[in-house]
């Protein structure tokens, strides 16, 4: 169709969010039939480089791209925004405690989710990628009373792709072959990065990695970590923190979400829980998902052992903790 679709993007002269804007503006945000109209929202210290942002897009001259705009005020930014890509948020800097990183990022995404329900549009959806990227979309959820608190995510589509990529290097397989990761819990370490349902080449993921002497303690003691740790791992090998492949998913998480699931094929988002899993309600953690014309739907339960279950456990402590923590601040 050639509906353009309009897109705020917050952050947009961060790092993530530069590398995000001009592959959006190029179609993969939802393919080279839909144009796109680019929504840049910044703190006002950081207008003046998205001002810069969208002079390069300019420069781009991208067909898809029907306008570009720049904003220091949150609610003129999502003003008829259909697709918000939440990317800014505050850095812990040094001597901070996690308290204030909480507090600093709940004021910055309680006044977004007041803007997204004063102003977006009908069909508005979110991923949110600034850290804590689970609760910060809790957060911006509970100040839009409006707009069904599903259509707030956050991302672990990268987690789920180093998965998968990690898989596919450890059974010397294209990422091709491989289907069925499962990302559960909080973006952070804690993360479950779960192969109980992982296939290669349609056999089960675990008897393949068996078959090459590669049993339960090498996915507990190097897989599961290798994933969880491969942020940490980018910065030290870079000299930076993982940027491209971070816009990618970013973009991978939309495009999934508006264009659906392969059959019979899931994604992992976090999304507010549904009380499934032993998840408590509304708390926003990463599950496997089918995603169908712009609605996500978490597995089935399956039956889950109790080394995945202690796991996820670890991981959803670690996020009623956070909603704690700003509930405790008043800001839920
Ligand atoms: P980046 O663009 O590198 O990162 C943006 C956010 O993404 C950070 O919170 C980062 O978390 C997070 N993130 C989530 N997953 C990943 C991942 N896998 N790899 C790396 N990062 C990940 O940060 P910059 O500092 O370059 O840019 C942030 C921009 O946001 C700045 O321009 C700032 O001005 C802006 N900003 C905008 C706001 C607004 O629009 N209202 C509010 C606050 C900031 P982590 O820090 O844990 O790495």
Known sequence: STQSVTVTVTGAAGQIGYATVFRAAA??????GTPVRLRLLEIPEAA????????????AAMPLLESVDVFDDPTAAFD???VGLLIGARPRSKGMERA??????AGIFSV???AINNGAAENFRAVVVGNPANTNALIAASHAPDVPAERFTALTRLDHHRAQAQLALACEVTVNDVDGVAIWGNHSAS??????????????AEEVLAERGLDRKWIDEFFIPKVANRGAEIIEVRGGSSVASAAHATLRHIRTWLRGTEEGRWTSMAVPSTGVHGVPQGVVSSFPV????????IVEPWEIDDFARERIERSLAELV????AVEQLGLL
Not at 49 to 55: D, L, N, S, T, Y
Not at 191 to 204: C, E, H, I, M, Y
């Open 27 to 32: 179609g993969a945000l939802l393919g080279s």
């Open 48 to 59: 003046r480089a998205a001002e810069g942002v969208a002079m390069e897009l300019q420069d």
């Open 80 to 82: 008829g925004s259909e």
């Open 100 to 105: 204030d990183l909480l507090a600093a990022n």
């Open 112 to 114: 977004q989710g007041q």
């Open 191 to 204: 993360q479950f990065v779960d192969l109980s349902r992982a296939t290669v080449k349609g056999n089960p």
């Open 290 to 297: 089918f995603c169908q014309d712009g609605d996500h739907r």
């Open 321 to 324: 903790e956070e909603r704690q």
